[in-house]
């Protein structure tokens, strides 16, 4: 059976470029001394890791010393959020986010806001999955210490905008005599896509990983901008400017820095292929199967996520048939998780619950082509039919249809 | 895209007899829930059946609905239709209770009332422990169609109201409370929450809740 991977937005396959740079480093014949250590191979490790931060910053535009390299996205959200807040105790206590961030960004915000008397405002989305610059601007309060916006959701793809919402930060910083609210965005999901200089986002703090980017699991970045304190997370060996100890994931650095090279040097052609091929699925699936709406805006969105909501039928059991077809898509329904909740990015539209549990996700990448569109395209609506016709459920229109 | 296993397999919920590959739920789960049994095609004829239960609410993520018929002299379900929205093991859970209830010529009513969730589980071979809810709820939804006949045929000293259940650990909110509130004349979830906090800090609960206050309205006000 051929099988369709529409997960990009969960994992991407390792770019064969990138599991060759990165092939020295885990083959155990030459490249394995510790880069702390201080002989020959240790040096060259060391300068290694030098490489690819000097690599990563210069698509960032920022300093080499500006780049830390943590364990991926969740780490850095962390380090970002936790470390800032602990350092700025005594700035100020007021922490800023959204009603969508990922649960690396929400988990411990909610953590600094229960455990240690933090207050935290969450700001809404329009029905499109959108943040407006001006509620994050109208919510900062003397007291604000941070503020984390999520350049693109990992669920619905909307794009938020960043470097607006970062222009009205560093406005206000400047009107009040300020050095705060720092600015953090989560760019996990934004990074294969978008446009990733500093100079031009306005943030303080960037987070990304390479299992977005067809780089390996278990690496990420936070960008720090320099003369920014924060507390560490792990204590040691002073590894990363002491901001990060730890012994250096060597391959993994290489191959972070070597597959956001890759996805940035392709992303103008790749986005304009992937937009073409979105639209199409967007179009055939809304004309072709009865009942079904498309969540987050139609343009501010990722080149590759298409976020449907099945009415009448429970967004699990609908993945599972897929699998059976071997066609791979992703839920936030409630029964992938422990709990009954749907998932907090859909409630946050503003949509009843009933729709919020027939969601699904299908993220498209480099390998996805216009046959494997219209396979999914042509398994989809009789997969649909049968759920439907062993369901009790029958949606009101006026719940889910945006007029 | 081809697969081939990985050296070091992932270890599934469940495992397969043939412990090939893995998948989230037991062969027979799968079976029930690619090939479901009994359920209801085409919407009922009137008389078709006389017995009707529903549980859940899609809110929640899960609602089923039970069809029965009964025959009048033996009490036994010769019948028994379904429909189920819902993940994977709440279709084949529901699937699974209909095969039982109707196996063998067909249980007699006291005998279904009996059916327990572990049955329906140990039948399908097992779930994953974070699916057990799921099959908890068409045992639920069979009751409530056998409550349903004995009203339709006036036995109502037949009907067993699921008594004095603990619903709500955290609030400490019983069945007992809710039934009262909704005599108090609360008809909707929002107002049963108001008079007994039921399920504010414990989402989990309220598919039970919801369907003990259809249960009360249809008890004491035929709505
Ligand atoms: C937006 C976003 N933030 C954070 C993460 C977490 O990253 P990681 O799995 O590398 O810890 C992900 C990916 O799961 C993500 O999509």
Redesign the interface.
Request: charged share 20%.
């Given at each position: 059976m051929?099988?369709?991977?529409l997960d990009h937005a969960a994992a991407t396959p390792l770019n064969p470029q990138v599991f060759e740079a990165m092939r020295y480093f885990f083959d155990g014949k030459e490249f394995y001394g510790n880069p702390s250590s201080f002989h020959t191979p240790g040096k060259e490790a060391k300068d290694v890791i030098e490489k690819s931060r000097k690599n990563i910053a210069e698509i960032l535009n920022c300093r080499p010393d500006e780049i830390i390299f943590t364990s991926g996205g969740t780490e850095s959200d962390n380090l970002a959020i936790l470390g800032v807040a602990r350092a700025l105790k005594d700035k100020g206590n007021h922490l800023i986010t959204s009603t969508i961030e990922h649960h690396a960004v929400l988990e411990p915000m909610i953590f600094l806001e229960k455990k240690e008397g933090y207050k935290l405002t969450r700001i809404s989305v329009t029905e499109d999955g959108i943040i407006d610059p001006e509620e994050v601007l109208k919510a900062i309060e003397p007291d604000t210490i941070f503020v984390s916006i999520m350049m693109a959701n990992n669920e619905i793809g909307t794009i938020q905008p960043i470097a607006e919402i970062g222009n009205l930060i560093q406005k206000y910083r400047l009107e009040n005599h300020s050095e705060f609210p720092l600015f953090h965005t989560d760019a996990c999901q934004a990074s294969g896509f978008l446009d990733l200089d500093i100079s031009k986002l306005h943030v303080d703090l960037l987070t990304f990983n390479g299992s977005k980017i067809y780089g390996p699991k278990g690496i990420g970045v936070l960008y720090i901008k320099r003369g920014i304190k924060l507390q560490p997370l792990l204590f040691g060996g002073g590894q990363e400017k002491g901001i990060r100890a730890g012994t250096e994931f060597v391959a993994g650095i290489v191959g972070l820095a070597k597959a956001l090279e890759l996805v940035q040097k392709e992303k103008v052609k790749e986005n304009e292929r992937l937009i073409i091929l979105r639209d199409y699925f967007i179009t055939e699936i809304l004309k072709r199967i009865p009942k079904t709406r498309l969540n987050g805006d139609k343009t501010k969105r990722l080149p590759n996520n298409v976020h449907i909501s099945f009415l009448?039928?429970?967004g699990?059991?609908l993945l599972?048939?897929l699998d059976?077809e071997g066609i791979y898509v992703s839920t936030g329904?409630?029964?992938t998780s422990?709990?009954?909740?749907?998932s907090h990015v859909i409630l946050a539209l503003g949509l009843?619950?009933?729709v919020a549990?027939g969601s699904l996700r299908f993220s498209l990448g480099k390998?996805t082509t216009k046959e494997d569109i219209d396979t999914v395209l042509e398994v989809l609506p009789g997969v649909v039919k049968k759920l439907r016709?062993?369901?009790?459920?029958r949606?009101e229109e006026k719940y889910w249809n945006r007029g | 895209?081809?697969?081939t296993s990985p050296p070091i397999q992932p270890t599934p919920d469940v495992t397969n007899q043939d412990k090939t590959k893995s998948w989230?739920y037991s062969d027979i789960v799968k079976d029930h829930?690619?090939e479901?049994r009994n359920?209801l095609?085409k919407d009922p004829e009137p008389g078709q059946f006389n017995g009707i239960g529903?549980y859940g609410?899609?809110?929640?993520?899960?609602?089923?609905?039970v069809w029965i018929k009964v025959d009048p002299k033996t009490e036994k379900i010769i019948d028994f239709k379904w429909?189920?929205?819902?993940?994977?093991s709440?279709?084949a859970a529901t699937s699974m209770i209909s095969v039982i209830a109707t196996e063998n010529g067909g249980k007699t009513l006291e005998e279904a009332r009996k059916i327990r969730p572990q049955e329906v589980i140990d039948r399908l071979g097992g779930l994953p422990a974070?699916?057990f809810?799921?099959s908890v709820l068409c045992d639920k939804a069979l009751r409530n169609a056998i409550n349903d006949y004995y009203r339709r045929v006036g036995f109502f000293d037949k009907i067993v109201s699921e008594g004095n259940r603990m619903i709500d650990k955290i609030m400490k909110v019983t069945d007992e409370d809710i039934e009262k509130a909704v005599r108090e004349g609360a008809k909707t979830l929002e107002e049963v929450q108001e008079k007994t906090k039921v399920g504010v800090n414990n989402?989990?609960v309220?598919?039970a809740v919801e369907e003990l206050i259809r249960f009360y309205k249809e008890k004491y006000f035929n709505s």
């Open positions: 051929n099988h369709i991977y009448d039928i429970e699990e059991a599972l048939y059976a329904s409630a029964c422990t709990s009954l909740e749907p009843p619950r009933e549990h390998g016709s062993i369901s009790p459920v949606v | 895209m081809n697969h989230f829930f690619f479901p359920f095609k529903t609410s899609p809110a929640c993520g899960d609602e089923m609905r429909r189920t929205f819902g993940c994977g709440a279709i974070r699916k809810h799921c989402s989990s309220l598919p």
